[in-house]
């Protein structure tokens, strides 16, 4: 079992950066692919990028060039840098431990001028 709590979500206007970060705890962090979703109001949770236990990262294709996933396997946290953000990145944003199906609760970005 892992437990995951985000944080560093919030308001921003278009154009703006904010930094999700994501603390595991309860399971080897290191041992585990992880990976940040979202969720917009009335549509699908989508994957939005992911990081290998080796540091391999993926992204959909909607954030490439903007959005930057990282992790720190001493403090157990991944994070997700967002720049350039757009009103079509406003979701709630959910951290995953792919092998394990676990998200946490979810953090609200909004984009919004």
């Known amino acids: 079992q892992v437990q995951l709590l985000e944080s560093g979500g919030g308001l921003v206007q278009p154009g703006g950066s904010l930094t999700l970060s994501c603390v595991a705890s309860g399971s080897i962090f290191s041992a585990y692919t992880m990976a940040w979703d979202r969720q917009a109001p009335g549509e699908q949770r989508e994957q939005v990028a992911t990081?290998?236990?080796?540091?391999?990262?993926y992204y959909a294709d909607s954030v490439k060039g903007r959005f930057t996933i990282s992790r720190d396997n001493r403090k157990n946290t991944v994070y997700l840098q967002m720049n350039s953000l757009k009103p079509e990145d406003t979701a709630v944003y959910y951290c995953?431990?792919?092998?394990?199906?676990?998200w946490g609760q979810g953090t609200q970005v909004n984009v919004s001028s």
């Open positions: 995953a431990a792919r092998e394990l199906d676990s």
């Open positions: 990081i290998t236990r080796g540091g391999s990262t």
